[in-house]
């Protein structure tokens, strides 16, 4: 494995890695709430009353963000090598994998591994392990 020294970004990085903790600290300690991206949308999806408005603004949020990003800056061009087949089966095994793992990558990386939660810690340790292996195997062993 080699670094793309030109395009290495380790404090743009750094700095994207510490607004999102400060965002969802900020989320948990003024809303009590927990940034995980699947619970929000699950929410919409089974709204209860007097929830509903946050969550459309968190979503808002998400997909508005790269439109004003994009007002300053170009865009990056995006290069998916996948076809639509496998890129659907992947989604839904995400789906169901979010669904197994009680949250997303999201909450339990970002913010239950903060919270120092036992079960976000496995969740995410089992995420990674099956994304190295998946990586080795399609890269080094079927490949």
Do not use: K, Y
């Amino acid at each position: 494995m080699t670094i793309d020294w030109n395009n290495f970004t380790p404090w743009t990085s750094l700095a994207g890695g510490a607004v999102l903790g400060l965002s969802a600290a900020l989320f948990v300690l003024l809303n009590g709430r927990i940034a995980g991206i699947s619970g929000v949308l699950g929410g919409l999806l089974r709204p209860r009353a007097g929830d509903l408005a946050w969550r459309i603004a968190f979503v808002g949020g998400l997909l508005v963000a790269p439109l004003v990003f994009g007002l300053f800056m170009e865009l990056p061009t995006m290069q998916v090598a996948a076809e639509a087949p496998l890129l659907v089966v992947a989604g839904l095994l995400v789906g169901v994998g979010t669904r197994l793992g009680s949250g997303c990558t999201s909450g339990h990386g970002v913010c239950g591994i903060s919270r120092l939660s036992p079960r976000s810690i496995v969740a995410t340790l089992s995420f990674m392990a099956s994304g190295f292996l998946t990586v080795f195997l399609t890269h080094h062993v079927l490949n």
